[in-house]
């Protein structure tokens, strides 16, 4: 079993819907949770971050974390079609070492229709 | 500012050669990681270094090497490549080991036939 579980889709939604995108994890020392969008052609580029459980909101993107579940979510609200792309989580903590171990998600491939 | 800049973007080598790619982070930033991206295994963590010294490493072959130098520019080098090394490579900088996120290049799309 992964250690990040992520569903890769592709996921095909109407202009203007709201998107729901999720990752569950099975180690319980991740302490900060982000999600990564990525273009074709292109490398991820950071979208949210966080630390604690709870939602974090930022334009039409909140970020959710259930550290109970071990679930983490993104949405985005009345999606556009330039939202189109890969979304990729991203969790990390810290080993032994005191370095930082970043695990990734697989990634959700979206396309938003005009 | 000037991004994160990978050269070359594109790459075509033969089984059995080696090859090296190179990256040159955002002003200021002294952490430089490398990543191998797949469709099947996704983002695969090959190494990071800060100060021209690797602070981490992933599970890869000893293939695989880089290094860092003093204007924090690094490197990677594989050897002896093999069909499965077809991949994006991306690197990423950040100010310092342990920093929030990354920003990342657009990657080196390497094919090896």
């Known amino acids: 079993q992964k250690e990040v579980e992520q569903d890769p889709g592709p996921l095909s939604v109407p202009e203007g819907a709201i998107v729901s995108l999720n990752c569950t994890y099975s180690?319980?020392?991740?302490?900060?949770f982000m999600w990564y969008r990525q273009y074709s052609r292109k490398g991820p580029e950071l979208l949210m971050y966080t630390y604690s459980s709870g939602n974090k909101e930022d334009g039409r993107f909140t970020a959710q974390v259930d550290k109970s579940s071990k679930y983490i979510s993104l949405f985005i609200r009345d999606s556009q079609p330039s939202d189109s792309a890969t979304y990729l989580c991203?969790?990390?903590?810290?080993?032994?070492?005191?370095?930082?171990?970043?695990?990734w998600g697989l990634g959700t491939s979206l396309a938003v229709n005009p | 500012k000037a991004g994160v800049t990978q050269t070359p973007r594109y790459l075509i080598k033969t089984r059995g050669q080696q090859v090296t790619l190179s990256c040159s982070p955002i002003s200021g930033h002294r952490s430089v990681s490398w990543y191998q991206q797949t469709p099947g295994q996704g983002l695969q963590f090959l190494f990071e270094?800060?100060?021209?010294?690797?602070?981490n490493k992933g599970n890869f072959p000893g293939r695989f090497s880089g290094r860092q130098f003093s204007n924090s520019r690094s490197e990677m080098n594989v050897s002896t490549l093999e069909l499965g090394d077809s991949a994006l490579y991306l690197c990423?900088?950040?100010?310092?080991?342990?920093?929030?996120?990354?920003?990342f290049g657009s990657g080196t799309r390497l094919t090896v036939v």
């Open positions: 180690n319980s020392a991740f302490q900060y």
């Open positions: 270094y800060f100060s021209e010294t690797q602070r």
């Open positions: 990423a900088s950040s100010f310092r080991t342990g920093d929030r996120g990354y920003t």
């Open positions: 991203a969790m990390s903590a810290t080993d032994a070492g005191n370095n930082r171990k970043l695990i």
